[in-house]
C-alpha cells in the first residue's frame, strides 16, 4: 500500500491556481500505480501540515508539482513536513521515518528525466504534419526556470538526440516581442513548448503569441506554432507516476494507517444512521449517500443540482454563492443548491473534498492524541515575507484572530480554547483546529503592514 502526494502553492484568492495540480492528480489515480493520490497545498487545504496526517498508508511519496527548484521546495515544504530538510534536493529525493510513516519527499516534477520525453511529444502533436527533422524545437520558461537549470538539461537531451534541427532555450521577458530571439534559429518553422505546468501563463494578458511577437502563426518570415504547456500533456502523470515508483523501489511497503483506518471507520458508521457535518447534512438512502448544505436538507432533489463524482462537488464548493474563492474549507460560506450522491466507497473521498483533514483531526482530537501548535512557535518557524509575523504582539494576533476564525468553524487548540467535543461525538459544528492556517498567518502579516506604527511597540 502507498500513497502519492502531489503538492501545489495553492491560492488565498484564486481558486483557478490549484486547478492543475487537481488535474494531474485526478490522471494519476486513473492510473492505478499507488493506493491514493492525495492533493495538498501551501496555501489551501489539505494544508503542508496536515498532509501526513490525511494519508492512509504508512509508505508516503512526496512530488513538489513545481518546474523548478526555489524557495517552496527547498524551504517551505520540506519545513513544513517537518522533514528537517533545508536547501536542495538530491535527484534520488531524501527519505524520513515521521510518526511511523516512511516519507520519500523528491525534488519538483520539472527536474525528472522523463519529461525530456513529454516535451518531445509536446512538439511533435503540435505539428503533427511537419518532418521534426526540419523544424526547430523552442522550450520557453518563465524567469524562475533558470534555478536548478532543469530546461537546459532538458534542451541539451533533446539536443543530443538529434530529433529537431535545432533546439533552443528562451526565457519569457518583457521584451520578447521586440527582441530579436528569432535571428538565431536557421529553420523556418518553429514550435515553441512552454515550460510551465498549465495554462494560466499562456492565458495572460498580452498572450504568449503576442510576447512573442507572433501574428497569425508568423514572425520574423518564419512559421510559428505555440503548443500547449508542457504541464497539460497526457502523458505527464505516466511519467511522474513511474518516476515517483522508481523511487520506492527499496524494498519497503506500507501498510494501512490504524489511526486513520480507525478514523474513517468511525464516521462510517455514524454516516449510515445520518450525519451532520460543519454545515452539512449526510443521509443515507438505500445503499446510497446523500450529501447536501443542511440548509437544503428536505428540499425537493429537482431544485438543486445533482453531482455524482467528487470533482463535480469539489469544484462546486471551492467557491461561495458569489463565486468567491474559499481557501479554508471550514469557513462558515459553504454554497447552497445543490447534492451529491455517493456509494460507500466513494463517501470518504467525497467528505475530504468537502472538509480535508477534519475527520482525522477530530478522531485524534477525541483520543487525546492531537497536538496543538501554539501562535509563537508557529510564527518562529516563518520565513522569507512571513517572517514579519514573529514580531507580531499577542494582542494584535488575537485582533487579527477574531475578525478570521469567526468566520471559521474550527475551534483554536492553538489558542487554548477547549473543545470537550466534536462532530464525531453530536455537534455538528465542533471541528478542531491544531494550529493556525496560512491564510490566519497572512492575515497576521497585512495587519502588520498596515500598522507599522504598532509593529514597531511592539519591537520596543
Known sequence: MRSLVLVGHGSHVNSRAARSVYRVAEELRQLGSFSEVIECFWKEEPSLRQALRV????????????????????????????????????????????????????????????????????????????????????????????????????????????????????????????????????????????????????????????????QDGQAGGKSVTVAPPVGTHPGLARMLA????????????????????????????????????????????????????????????????????????????????????????????????????????????AIHALYPATVEEAYSCGCHSLRSTPWPTTARRQTGIYARVQKAAPAQVEEVARRVCSRCLRTRLWASQPLPHTFLTGVPGAVPCAEACTYLIAAVREHLAERPAEENSADG
Open 242 to 349: 513511474g518516476h515517483a515508483l522508481n523511487a520506492t523501489q527499496d524494498g519497503f511497503s506500507g501498510d494501512a494507517d490504524r489511526v486513520h483506518l480507525a478514523a474513517w471507520t468511525e464516521l462510517m458508521q455514524l454516516a449510515r444512521r445520518g450525519l451532520r457535518l460543519g454545515e452539512a447534512v449526510i443521509t443515507p438512502q438505500g445503499t446510497l449517500f446523500d450529501l447536501r448544505n443542511a440548509l437544503d436538507e428536505g428540499r425537493p432533489s429537482a431544485e438543486l443540482t445533482t453531482f455524482v463524482t467528487v470533482e463535480g462537488l469539489r469544484d462546486t464548493i471551492r467557491v461561495d454563492d458569489s463565486g468567491a474563492h474559499r481557501p479554508v474549507r471550514t469557513f462558515r460560506n459553504l454554497p447552497r443548491h445543490w447534492r451529491a450522491v455517493f456509494s460507500e466507497d466513494d463517501l470518504p473521498a
Open 55 to 214: 494519508t492512509g498508508s504508512t509508505d508516503v511519496t512526496v512530488v513538489p508539482f513545481f518546474l523548478s527548484d526555489g524557495y517552496f521546495t527547498d524551504t517551505v515544504i520540506p519545513r513544513e513536513l517537518g522533514l528537517g530538510h533545508q536547501g536542495p534536493v538530491p535527484p534520488e529525493g531524501i527519505a524520513r521515518v515521521l510518526g511511523g510513516k516512511t516519507v520519500r519527499y523528491l525534488p519538483p516534477y520539472g527536474s525528472f528525466p522523463g519529461l525530456s520525453d513529454v516535451l518531445v511529444a509536446c512538439a511533435r502533436e503540435a505539428l503533427p504534419e511537419a518532418n521534426a527533422e526540419d523544424v526547430a524545437l523552442v522550450l520557453l520558461g518563465h524567469p524562475s526556470a533558470r534555478r536548478g537549470g532543469h530546461l537546459e538539461r532538458h534542451a541539451q537531451v533533446i539536443r543530443e538526440a538529434r530529433q529537431f534541427a535545432e533546439v533552443q532555450v528562451l526565457y519569457l521577458e518583457d521584451h520578447l516581442a521586440h527582441a530579436p530571439w528569432l535571428d538565431v534559429i536557421q529553420a523556418e518553422q518553429v514550435v515553441v513548448v512552454p515550460f510551465f505546468s498549465d495554462h494560466a501563463l499562456s492565458e495572460a494578458a498580452p498572450p504568449l503569441s503576442v510576447s512573442l511577437g507572433v
